[in-house]
């Protein structure tokens, strides 16, 4: 039974440009959450996908985009790089993504804006 | 708006001590409580959680939390821990039937063996 994987695993980017990182859910899954974990942090909700629309944001800038697929993979779309945007990009899958619901986080995608 | 706050960033104990970190959320209505916890070069998983019923929840490995209503806080324990419980441990609230959870900064315990 395959986990939530996430690509790539390190990532480096120059400040103003765009960056995509890629998730794959858990098996049986349909609902994909992306964090961002800045060092010494917590992680930080960006945003969940359900039926592949965007449910609920947390507090990010318009840059930060996403989509999800018919297969429930999702995608996280970064523009305009900042140097504040090198974090920890964590993504979490759950069925159905109900407030008590169990998330299952992935390895996560460090990236690097220098 | 919703926060977690977790009272200690760094914790050390020698194997069998009791374990209890503190966390306290700041929500007036209806929680759904969490606490994560990442092992040396694993991913996050879940500990335990809460959402309804008997306060002390109990999870995973010999730990278990109490949920006290009237203090926001939700701490977590266990009674004696194990080298292997060193990790770094994250409270985390999702509040009012939404889809967003919030993390606390966590806590990095370090167990003495």
């Known amino acids: 039974d395959a986990g939530v994987t996430q690509s790539p695993t390190h990532l480096i980017k120059t400040r103003g440009q765009q960056v995509t990182l890629r998730c794959s859910p858990k098996s049986g899954h349909d609902t994909v959450s992306w964090y961002q974990q800045a060092l010494g942090q917590g992680p930080q909700f960006i945003f969940q996908y359900y039926e592949e629309e965007e449910r609920q944001r947390g507090n990010f800038p318009d840059r930060f985009s996403g989509h999800q697929f018919p297969n429930y993979s999702s995608e996280l779309n970064v523009n305009a790089l900042l140097l504040g945007d090198s974090a920890l990009y964590l993504c979490?899958?759950?069925?159905?993504?109900?407030?008590?619901?169990?998330?299952?986080f992935g390895p996560g995608t460090r990236l690097t804006v220098t | 708006a919703q926060s977690v706050s977790q009272h200690n960033h760094h914790v050390i104990l020698s194997e069998a001590a009791s374990l209890e970190l503190g966390c306290n959320y700041s929500y007036g209505g209806t929680v759904n409580l969490f606490w994560y916890v990442q092992y040396p070069g694993q991913h996050l998983q879940l500990l335990l959680k809460?959402?309804?019923?008997?306060?002390l929840v109990k999870g995973i490995k010999g730990f278990e939390a109490e949920f006290i209503k009237s203090k926001f806080s939700f701490n977590l324990r266990k009674p004696s821990v194990q080298w292997s419980d060193t990790a770094e441990y994250f409270c985390a609230v999702n509040g009012g039937g939404g889809f967003k959870t919030i993390f606390g900064a966590g806590t990095r315990l370090f167990v003495k063996a």
């Open positions: 979490a899958s759950s069925l159905r993504g109900g407030a008590g619901d169990e998330q299952y």
């Open positions: 809460y959402f309804s019923g008997d306060p």
